[in-house]
């Protein structure tokens, strides 16, 4: 409890709900996760320990709620959870403002978070000397079986970062910045550069031929179609247009170019980003501090959980108290369903074993045991009733169910539940 990663979504509504109980959150608009504006949402915010991402506290907001406001309420309540009022907060962008900061600090709440890219100063990460870069010893779980040169790699540095307050009179916080290259991310930014290049292009081109004909007949439209390509495609940073009329036949004419050095520009940045903490240098240096940002990760997998294997038949609810209720129900599922992973991973430590065979038919691989696998060896478990004073009893359950049952400390002849 020590370490607590906090997260906010949203869960659209297909209901009115113009009548809400006002005691309860209240559906409302907003910007939805799942990009369906059209419908109301409501938003749950959970926060999972990094022992296990077992989700140790979970609150209902208003479908309107603003993520950044609801940061401070959340630290108190898991303030009182945590084995120490010291606990450290790892969340999204969201944690990060001026007010957050200052309820954290004077709280003695310790908190780890990215700065948002619309924040980044800019030169910041084109001006880092990779030579003052430290390389981390760190394997991302999906790099675990790629041969050590097609994995990613990553660089840190540090600098310190000043906050200011909204009022001129406000003291100004210093935050230590966490500098962060990612191989990964760099090669994904890459990518997805060329991707919308080469769409672009495609269309400039066709927008070069086709100006001056029933299509784009004169400059408005042709500039008009020229800011579409450049809005749809985002290229406006670097793309450069160049429309006249031809004198002799008093049609436009298009041209354009991509500007190379905006684009070195921004992949000098690629791969680049921030984190802001107020954890003391002596308690985690740079590379420590990414290690713990890695855990983040685990309440995004947990919501995908609630959205997955945990997902409910759809339900007409008639009112906001029956969500909140909903939604209770659905995390203390999570709960069970987290702590039947957590506990079957580590009777296999104990053991020096991470991996488990037998999940897939005719597939002998390897892998480490998930809530959704367990549950899915162990479903076909029966049951045989007491009769004649004999006891229940678990018919003999199969190779793979019998060392489940053994890790999680079920007992075949003894069904704890009866």
Request: net charge positive; proline share 7%; with cysteine.
């Amino acid at each position: 409890m020590t370490r607590l990663h906090w997260d906010m979504t949203s869960i659209s509504l297909c209901g009115a709900y113009d009548h809400s109980d006002p005691e309860y959150p209240q559906p409302g608009w907003g910007h939805p996760k799942d990009r369906r504006p059209d419908l109301k949402q409501i938003q749950a915010g959970i926060a999972v320990s990094a022992d296990g991402a077992v989700p140790v506290f979970h609150q209902v907001y208003d479908g309107g709620a603003g993520e950044v406001a609801q940061v401070v309420e959340a630290m108190h309540a898991l303030q009182k959870l945590a084995a120490t009022p010291e606990f450290l907060m790892v969340g999204d962008s969201k944690l990060i403002s001026y007010g957050n900061v200052t309820a954290m600090t004077d709280a003695r709440v310790r908190f780890l978070a990215p700065l948002a890219a619309s924040r980044v100063p800019a030169g910041l990460f084109a001006g880092i000397d990779p030579a003052s870069t430290t390389t981390v010893d760190y394997i991302a779980q999906r790099d675990t079986h790629k041969p050590a040169g097609r994995r990613c790699a990553y660089r840190v540095t540090e600098d310190v970062m000043d906050l200011p307050g909204p009022r001129r009179t406000d003291p100004v916080h210093q935050i230590r910045r966490i500098l962060v290259h990612s191989t990964a991310n760099q090669n994904a930014a890459e990518a997805a550069r060329q991707l919308k290049l080469g769409k672009a292009r495609t269309e400039l081109d066709t927008l070069t031929r086709t100006a001056g004909t029933r299509h784009h007949p004169d400059t408005t439209a042709v500039t008009a179609k020229a800011v579409q390509i450049s809005k749809k495609r985002r290229v406006s940073a670097y793309l450069r247009t160049t429309i006249t009329t031809d004198p002799n036949t008093d049609k436009p004419t298009f041209a354009w170019h991509f500007d190379q050095t905006a684009i070195d520009a921004e992949a000098a940045t690629d791969g680049w980003y921030a984190l802001l903490t107020n954890l003391d240098p002596t308690d985690a240096d740079p590379t420590e501090i990414l290690h713990r940002y890695k855990g983040q990760n685990t309440v995004e997998q947990r919501y995908s959980t609630i959205k997955g294997p945990l997902a409910v038949a759809p339900l007409f609810l008639q009112t906001n108290r029956r969500i909140t209720a909903l939604i209770t129900i659905i995390c203390l599922a999570l709960l069970i369903f987290s702590l039947i992973e957590r506990e079957v991973r580590l009777r296999l430590a104990e053991q020096d074993r991470h991996h488990m065979t037998g999940f897939y038919a005719y597939d002998n691989r390897a892998v480490r045991p998930t809530a959704r696998l367990i549950l899915h060896a162990l479903h076909d478990l029966r049951l045989i009733p007491a009769h004649n004073r004999q006891p229940p009893k678990i018919p003999q359950p199969g190779w793979l169910q019998a060392q489940l049952l053994a890790l999680l400390n079920v007992d075949p002849t003894r069904p704890r539940w009866l």
